[in-house]
């Protein structure tokens, strides 16, 4: 089975974001949106992917990708 990579880090550095302003734009602590930027999370909120992509301007495609096992 393969797995959900997310790609936030890739969509921040495109957008010219530091992790403290999308912290602070979206709502979250720095210490959870880290963990999600460096895939140390199992599962999102929809309300959190949602700010996220509003913040950035992106669609949930744009930071989630499926990868297959090899």
């Known amino acids: 089975m393969g797995k959900i990579v997310l790609r936030l ?3 921040m550095v ?12 979206v709502g979250i602590s720095n210490v ?9 999370v199992t599962a999102i909120r929809f ?4 700010a996220i992509c509003e ?4 669609k949930a495609g744009d930071i989630l990708e ?5």
């Open 9 to 11: 880090d890739r969509m």
């Open 14 to 25: 495109e957008r010219k974001m530091s992790l403290n302003e999308l912290a602070e734009r």
């Open 32 to 40: 959870n949106l880290s963990k999600i930027k460096n895939n140390k």
């Open 47 to 50: 309300a959190t992917l949602a």
């Open 55 to 58: 913040v950035l301007d992106c």
């Open 66 to 70: 499926f990868q297959k096992d090899e």
